[in-house]
């Protein structure tokens, strides 16, 4: 079955690399993600910038031209750039921008509803939201009516997941991601998030895994293949993603 892995991460450390709360991450350039990949049909992906990356971009301008025109990427900004910068980004294959509200390193949440609506006014991008789901009633007035986001890692937390529901139910996709990371039952979110909303899920692999207590294995694709029938797990798979990302 084909996959779209909507989300994983190139560490390359002829980039800069920044400490976040006391952590670097290890080296993980295209070639080390290739190779993990190599048993999985992989036929495309986005390339999500971490909190240790900033708003260095060229790294994954860099990651991008290796990876090929089936991947895409997810990039943090500052709300001070350019309509240029952004354009010349979108040009050559960055098609997101992420909020990481979790971890920092990104531009600040009361930036999101004018942030969010430009990017996607001048280029199309959606915005990614890296946060614990349970905070997400402080903002779900806003993001409810913004044109298009997204959530990572089934919105983190057990606690959190009734308030994703409601967002599901509006439009908001989810990143299932993460599995290894997450305080919740996988099973039970990824259910209840297909029966709100079928075009929901985004499945990634999350590689390398940086600071999970689990990282990607096979078995999270097999997870999926068990709980879903064929035309559902495709959805999940690579369907719903791809469609998001490159239509």
Known sequence: MKIFDA???????????????GYLPPNYVTEDYLKDTANLNVVGGAVVSG?????DQEYLLHALAQLGPTFCGVTQLPVTVSDEEIINLHEKGVKALRFN???????????LDYFARRVYDLVGWHSELYMDAKDLPEIASTIEKLPAISIDHLGLSE?????????????IRVKATGFGRVELNVENALKSI???????????TDLPSTRAKRPFSYADVE?????????????????????????
């Open 7 to 21: 989300h994983f991460h190139i560490i390359d450390y002829n980039f800069p690399i920044q400490e976040n709360q």
């Open 51 to 55: 909190s240790f990356q900033g708003f």
């Open 101 to 111: 509200i979790k971890r920092g390193g990104s531009e600040d949440l009361p930036k």
């Open 159 to 171: 606690e959190g997941l009734p308030h994703l529901l409601k967002l599901v139910e509006k439009g």
């Open 194 to 204: 297909f029966e709100t909303n079928p075009d929901a899920l985004m499945f990634g």
């Open 223 to 247: 997870l999926i293949q068990r709980i879903f029938d064929e035309k559902e797990a495709e959805k999940i798979l690579y369907e719903n993603a791809w469609k998001w990302y490159f239509k």
